[in-house]
């Protein structure tokens, strides 16, 4: 493998206002580390001006910068999976674009994996978010620690730092919806934690809303545990035992009082809270199939347009395409083998510098 000892990875989604000001600090930042590093940016299907903004950036810096190009929003986690899988540093850090996490800290985060944790995760300061998400995911984090045992004292954040073994184990993991922290996590010999700084979204705003944020935690339950499908089955339990003991005394007052027809409200809320329970585990089961259906059909997590990134070998523009696989105006011998036609075509379309501009929609 190569000398490469640092990848960054950056998952971008409409951040047109906040690029520049994570450029301008990012990286000086790294340069600073005085280590081989590389920035991997994924463009989420942005409708903004973010790939334009990205594609500048790989022409200013392109001995350490790649862009990954989606065709689509495929969210956050599944920008990470396909950055992850074109990694090439010894160590991976990922960061949000939003520079609510300094990226001045990298360097805290590679400090503490030199001590020889294999994952280091990270606490925010101070939280520099609304008060309901605030508050939202400290009960979120309590009730995940509680069913997962996966320890993360602040899942919320992004900015941590992977050793290569842990992101090939990502990487062979063909998961369709999952949360890269916790499943990496699951893979570490040794992890540790560090606290770093937090600062208010620099521009632009949140990419989650509430109905995300929900979603996004339901992933992170039913991917990474049972424990919602079982308690079920034991509140289950619980209940027909309850309702025998209550068939069984509403029979012996039946025998002893006689006939009455008093008490119907407190059958209505009965019978509504029952209804409501089980309505809530058929959701849930519901959540468990979801998912057993998008992953029995195979279909690709995420489909890239193109990748922006310099040869390995060091000469030559290269641009990948999912059609088209090209060494800057011949054809890469490596690609698999397609129609001439499309090949000569794709060949002609990198010999014009307008693939810079026009791929973006
Ligand atoms: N993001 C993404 N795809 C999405 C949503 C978000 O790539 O569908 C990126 C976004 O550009 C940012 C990061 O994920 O770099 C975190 O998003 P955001 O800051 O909106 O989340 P929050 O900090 O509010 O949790
Ligand atoms: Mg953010």
Known sequence: MSALQLSVVIPVYNEEQGLQALFDRLYPAL?????????????????????????EQFQK??????????????????????????SRGQRVVTLDADLQNPPEDIG????????????VGSIRRQRNDSAWRHIASRAMNGLRERITRIKMTDQGCMFRAYDRHIVDAVNSCKEVSTFIPALAYTFARNPAEVVVGHEERAAGESKYSLYSLIRLNFDLMTSFSLVPLQMFSMMGMLISVFSGLFFVFLAIRRLVIGPEAEGLFTLFALMFFLIGIA???????????????QQVRHRPRYLIEAVLEEQEKGKGRRVKS???????????PFAVAEPKKRKA??????AHPSLFSDAQE
């Open 108 to 119: 805290l985060l590679l400090a503490k994996m030199d001590e020889g944790h294999d994952y």
């Open 61 to 86: 810096r392109p001995e350490v910068t790649r862009v990954i190009l989606f065709n689509g929003n495929f969210g956050q986690h599944m920008a990470i999976m396909a950055a992850f899988e074109h």
């Open 322 to 332: 999912s059609q088209a696989d090209v060494v800057a105006g011949e054809v890469n």
């Open 345 to 350: 075509k794709a060949a002609d379309e990198t």
């Open 31 to 55: 340069d600073k580390l005085g280590i081989g590093y590389e920035v991997l940016f994924v463009n989420d299907g942005s409708r903004d001006r973010s790939a334009a903004i990205l594609r």
């Open 279 to 293: 309505l809530f585990g058929i959701g849930l089961l519901g959540e468990y199939i979801g998912r057993i259906y």
